[in-house]
C-alpha cells in the first residue's frame, strides 16, 4: 500500500489513483482526509518537530516535495520498542489548510500520524464539529452530489439528561440501523448527546445506485470507503473545509480589546434545551481542570464559573454556565484554534449544543 | 487533618468573595452607566482629592444632578472579624465624606456628594453592629446622616423556582440624597442585575482597587503569567523579573474608562508578595544577586486540578506547620511509655510459662 502512494508523482495521479482504488469493490482500509488548520509552512515541519524534544525522541520525518502544495510525507514512529511506519500525502494547496490523505492502517493513522499533529498544537490544529454541524455538512453533501444521503452508522456518546434517572444508560451508543438520524432525535430527548463519528452513503436519486460509502468524524477525518476520489475530494473534503473556515471566522478576533477606555468582549455561548445538575457541572469542573489551566469560582450550584488558560499557546477564557447556556467569553489573548478546541471540549462533557454569538 | 480543611474552604471562600466583588463592581457600573438616567459615569479609581490634599481612589465615581452632585461607590470585598479592625475599617469611611474637588479633569467640585459602601453578605451584620456603635460618636455621626448608605449583594436561585441563578443589590441600612437610586434599591428584592453580568462581563475586569487575597494574585500569576511558559519546548526553567511580571499584567489588565489617567489595576507589591509566597512553598526559587528575579522551574504547579484549589491547600499545610512550629514544646506533654529493661521480665511472665 505505502509503495504504491508513495510512489505518485502529481496531483493528476494521486487522483488516478485514488478513483481507481476506491471504485473497485475489494476489502482495503479507508482513504482518510484529516482535515488541519495550520498557518506553517510545511516545508518547516521537519525543523518545528527536531526543536520539540519530546517529538524528536520518537518521530522521524521525510517530507518530499512532490509539485506546489502536494507533498509526500514518510514517517516512523516509535512505538513501545517497535517501529510504526507509514506514508501520508499533505495537500497544501488551499490557504491556512492541510490535507493530509492517507490510506494505511488505522493502527499507523492513530498512533503515529494524528498523535503527531495533536502534539504539534497550536502550530497545527484539528477542525472539530457537533452534531449540527455534521447534519449541515450531511446537507451539503447531499445537495453537491444531487442524491440523497443516508445515515447508516452513527457513534455517539450519550449521558443521561439527569444524573438519578435510574434506568438511563450511559456510554457510547452505536446505531446501525438507516435512517439513524430519526433514532438520534429520539435519544437526544432522552440522554445529552455528543456525536464521535457519523457513516453515511449517498445513494443517487433515480437508480438508488451507491455513489459513496463515507465517514465523517467530529475531530475533522472524512473517510472514504467506497466512491470516486475526484467527487469525494469536492464534494466531501471541500465542502468540510468551507463549514470549517466558516467556524474558524466565527472564533476568530473574539479577543477583549479596549478602545477609548472602553472594554469590548464578544462572546459565545453553547445553548441547550436542558437545564444541568450539579454533579454534571462537577464533573466539567474535572475533566476542564485536566486539560486547562483552570481556577474555578463557582462550581456549579448551578452557576458555574470558572476561567480557564490553554497551556498549549496561552490563550484564556472566562467560562459560565446560567440555565441551559454555556458562555465562553475569550480573556486576553484568544486565538481561534484554542476557542473552538474549547467548544469541542465543553461539549463533548456536556454533550453537542448549539453555539452561537452573544448579541453584546 | 480537619484543620487543613478548615483553612482550604476558608482560603477558597475568600478567593470566590474576592472573584464575585469584581464581578459585582461591574454590575454597579452597568447600572449606574444603563438603568440610571442623568448619571455621568466619571470612572473606576478616578483620583479624587480632599480638602487635606489627600488623593482618593474610590472604586467607582458617578456625578448625578447635572454634575452638581457626587456619588461614591466603594467596594469591600471582605471586612475583618477582629473588632478593632472594623472599627478602624468604618472610621476611614470619613475621609470619602469630606469635600472632595477634581471630580472631572480640572478639578471640578460638587456641591455635595454621597458614599455607599457595598460589602459582602457574610459580613453584614457585624457591619451594621459597627456602624451603629460609631454612628453615636459625634465624629462619626456622618455614619447615621443622609448621604450614606451600606449596601449588599447574593447570587441566589430566584424564589419562582427556576433554576437560573440572578445576581441582587439590595439594601441594608442609610440612604442616599438620589431618589432614582433609592427608589430602585428599595424595591423589593432590590436591584436585580442583567444576566450579562453574571455570564460574559463579570470578566471585563480582573481586580478591584482593594488588594486581593495573596491566592487570588497566585492564580493570576500560575495562569496568565506562567501558564504559556510551560509549553515552550527544550526549556527546563527560566528566570523572570518581576517589572517583566508588572508591565505584562499592565497588559493584560489594563487601565479603563479613564484613558487619559492610567489606572493599573495590579500593584507591584501585590506581584511581589505572591512570588514570596511561592518561594516559601517552594515553587520558585530566588536567584542569588539579582534582586527582584526569579527563577521559575517547568512546569510550575501543572496541575490536573483547579490551581486556586491546590495553591490553598499548599497555603493551608503551610499555615498549620507554622502553628504548629509556633507551639514548640510548650503544647500537649508527650505520653511516655514505660518501656521494662529487655534483660528485666515482669514477674507475671514467669507465672504463665
Known sequence: METATSSIESRLGMQLFFDKLYTTRKKRPPL??????????????????????????VYNVNLRKIEDGLYGLQLKKLVWKDIAKGYALLDTSHEGVWIAFCNEESYFVNRALLRLFNALYPSVSRLYLNYSQISALLTAIKNAYHGK?????????????????AFAEKGTLQLWEENAEEELLRQSKDYRIAVDRADFKVRDSETNKILLRAHISRRGVCKLVFGNFTAFYENVVMRAIDLGMHWKRFYSHRERIITDGKIKLRPFSISYNFDFDKEQLQRLTEKISKSYASSVIHSGNPYFVANLSDYGDGSSFGVTVLGKTVTITPIIRATPQSAWRLTNRIQEILGDGEIHSVPV | MANIRLYEDECTKDYRKYADTVAVSFAVYHIVTTQLKGLDFVGIEHKLINTEGRELTPDIVVLCENEKKGLIFELKWSLPSREDLLEEKIKELEKYLKPCSNWKPGGKVVDCHDLVLICHIDDVQKTVDM????????????????????????????????????????WVYGKTRNEQIERLIQTPGGILIPEAVLTYLRFSLTFVKEKPPIQYTMTVLVQYILAPFQQVPEKKSYEIEVDWIYEQMKKLFPSWHESDVPTIQVKRGWIREALEKFWELKLVEKIVGKPDTWFIPIPTLKTRKPIQEVICRKLSKQRLKELKKRKGRIGKPKLIRHKVPRKEKPLTEYFQA
Open chain 1, 32 to 57: 482518510k482526509a484529516i482535515i488541519l488548520l495550520s498557518d506553517l509552512e510545511i516545508e518547516d515541519l521537519g525543523e518545528v518537530v527536531r526543536q520539540r524534544e519530546r517529538l524528536q525522541r
Open chain 2, 131 to 170: 456602624i451603629k456603635k460609631l454612628s453615636d460618636v459625634k465624629e462619626y455621626s456622618f455614619l447615621k446622616e443622609e448621604g450614606f448608605a451600606l449596601w449588599s449583594w447574593t447570587i441566589t436561585p430566584p424564589k419562582t423556582g427556576e433554576r437560573k441563578e440572578e445576581l441582587r443589590l439590595f
Open chain 1, 149 to 165: 444521503t443516508t445515515l447508516t452508522f452513527i457513534t455517539v456518546k450519550r449521558e443521561p439528561k439527569k444524573i438519578e434517572s
